[in-house]
Nanobody, 123 residues
């Protein structure tokens, strides 16, 4: 079992930056893939960024060039650096972990989920 807790959500003005963190605990050696997802009210959950084996990354087209996913294995922590934030980036952001052979943006690729942290971008 892997337990995930997200930190760092909050309110920010459009064009600003925010960094989310996700602390993993438990049987972390069983996972090699982590990701960030988001869900806005009335919309389906969407994959934002994924990382495999701490190195190979994948981004949704809507955030590529603005968001950066990274991982600190020594701290068992996943990060999402978000810059040039837009109103449409407002959502609940979730950290996810699983096992696979490449980074993924599909929910089915993950077994463990955090409770989420809210990001609100205002004009």
């Amino acid at each position: 079992q892997v337990h995930l807790v997200e930190f760092g959500g909050g309110s920010v003005q459009a064009g600003g930056s925010l960094t989310l963190s996700c602390a993993a605990s438990g049987n972390v050696v069983s996972i090699n893939r982590m990701g960030w997802f988001r869900q806005a009210p009335g919309k389906p959950r969407e994959g934002v960024a994924g990382i495999y084996s701490g190195a190979s990354t994948l981004y949704a087209a809507s955030v590529k060039g603005r968001f950066t996913i990274s991982q600190d294995n020594a701290k068992n922590t996943l990060y999402l650096q978000m810059s040039s934030l837009k109103l449409e980036d407002s959502a609940m952001y979730y950290c996810a972990a699983g096992n696979g052979i490449f980074p993924a943006l599909e929910s089915a690729g993950y077994n463990y989920w955090g409770q989420g942290t809210q990001v609100t971008v205002s004009s």
